[in-house]
């Protein structure tokens, strides 16, 4: 599980995190500190987003690949880095910095971390803290960017041949289109996130 998070960081990331290839854009906002390792931010990425972290998971920076290494890989051929060892600001410093995250080496969903602004932080305030987004997260194992509008063309049309099983299968509470900052806030406090990350294992290249 990773190190615990200071509740009182000296300087907060303002990320906005974009999944790729989603029109309306899918996105989050969230105030973050600067001292994360990257094995903590995959952690809050999965609660923002809405993810249930049951897949494999990567981040990469320009050539550098980190995640959670294999520790049944013994060929040494390995490239990733170990994500609990990377912290956030070696990687971010400038407003418009870029990092992308893969989850689901399956499915794909690719995420687009941006470094909005570098700000104070609230002495009054806890990190993280989710301030904005739009839509709902897609539901996991649905089959990518493909498979998730297909999943929306039938459930939103009440002729499709395979509606009824699809809502049963998605369950007939979900909304694409919800999104609520107090449940991703609920869900980034320390008790509720979750910390899985030992066995999400960045795949070897």
Not at 4 to 29: C, H, N, Y
Not at 56 to 78: C, K, N, Q, V, Y
Request: hydrophobic share 35%; glycine share 8%.
């Amino acid at each position: 599980m990773p190190k615990k998070i200071s509740a009182v960081p000296g300087e907060v990331f303002q990320l906005k995190v974009t999944l790729l290839d989603t029109m309306p854009p899918i996105w989050r906002r969230v105030l973050v500190p600067v001292d994360l390792t990257l094995a903590q931010l995959h952690d809050i990425l999965q609660a923002t987003m809405g993810w249930q972290n049951c897949h494999l998971h990567e981040f990469t920076a320009g050539e550098r690949h980190i995640g959670e290494p294999d520790p049944d890989d013994l060929s040494g051929m390995t490239e990733v880095e170990d994500e609990r060892k990377v912290r956030l600001s070696s990687l971010l410093g400038k407003a418009g910095a870029r990092l992308d995250y893969r989850y689901d080496m399956g499915d794909g969903w690719e995420h687009e971390i941006v470094l909005e602004k570098r700000l104070p932080a609230d002495p009054g305030a806890s990190y993280p803290v989710c301030t904005g987004g739009e839509l709902a997260c897609p539901p996991e194992d649905c089959g990518g960017i493909g498979g998730f509008y297909n999943l929306l063309d039938a459930i939103r049309n009440p002729a499709h041949e395979e509606r009824e099983e699809l809502l049963e299968w998605v369950g007939k509470d979900y909304d694409p289109d919800a999104f609520s900052i107090e449940h991703v806030n609920r869900m980034l406090k320390p008790s509720r996130r979750r910390g899985k990350t030992s066995r999400v294992r960045a795949p070897a290249r």
